[in-house]
């Protein structure tokens, strides 16, 4: 069964730097999300993509991030100065359709750490 | 705003006994309902949804969910829980407003016993 896939597991970075969250999406998949989860939380929506559009954001979803489909496969999520609190588990999704009764299709996540 | 309540953080069961998950939420208009279970070190995998019809349905590994609109809830059930079944089980809705953005639960840890 296709599925999403997410690179790297785990990244570490020192606080103010910039990181780079990468998945690859299931490929007729049309419609991309981030989630994340702190650590003991809930898994909170962060914004989702269509058409090299961001289609909806939360409020979470602040200027520090940027999301990007930079070729046909990948889909980035990008932190630009990490601070402490965004040390969590980010989960990539996608749909093949766009539709809220779509069931979203997740990566294994990755794991930052903040330092 | 929608959300979602999981009361219980975590539900003991001895294998070969029926498990209950519950779940209960908010959300303007009618909602589509999801479970999804996740084990160590995984993403969230789909078990069932529903979206409109039999308020029962069915799901993955003989996991089944009940609808019930009056007192907007959705819990998971299984006839017979397996040691298996042992996961993080998150329930979660979208409204059917177009929106497609899932608002979970805090999820429920589920131990079955041998």
């Known amino acids: 069964e296709p599925e999403v896939t997410q690179t790297p597991s785990h990244q570490v970075t020192q606080m103010g730097q910039e990181v780079i969250l990468r998945c690859v999406p299931i490929?007729?998949?049309?419609?991309f999300y981030w989630y994340r989860q702190i650590l003991g939380q809930k898994v909170e929506f962060l914004v989702s993509?269509?058409?090299?559009?961001?289609?909806?954001k939360s409020e979470i979803f602040d200027d520090q991030f940027s999301v990007e489909r930079p070729d046909g496969s990948n889909f980035t999520l990008k932190i630009r100065s990490t601070k402490l609190e965004d040390s969590a588990m980010y989960f990539c999704?996608?749909?093949?359709?766009?539709?809220?009764?779509?069931?979203?299709?997740f990566g294994d996540g990755t794991r930052l750490s903040i330092l | 705003a929608q959300s979602v309540a999981q009361p219980e953080d975590q539900v003991n069961v001895a294998e070969g006994n029926p498990l209950t998950v519950k779940c209960t939420y908010s959300?303007?208009?009618?909602?589509?309902l999801f479970w999804y279970v996740q084990y160590p070190n995984r993403g969230l995998q789909f078990l069932l949804k529903?979206?409109?019809?039999?308020?029962l349905v069915k799901g993955s590994y003989g996991f089944e969910a009940e609808f019930n609109k009056s007192q907007t809830s959705f819990h998971l059930k299984k006839p017979s829980a397996l040691v298996s079944d042992s996961a993080l089980y998150f329930c979660?809705?979208?409204?059917?407003?177009?929106?497609?953005?899932?608002?979970f639960g805090s999820g429920t840890r589920l131990q079955v016993q041998p």
């Open positions: 999704a996608s749909t093949e359709e766009g539709g809220g009764n779509q069931p979203q299709h």
């Open positions: 490929s007729n998949h049309l419609y």
């Open positions: 993509f269509y058409n090299n559009e961001i289609s909806e």
């Open positions: 959300v303007s208009g009618n909602p589509y």
């Open positions: 529903y979206i409109t019809g039999d308020n």
């Open positions: 979660a809705v979208s409204p059917d407003t177009g929106r497609r953005a899932l608002t």
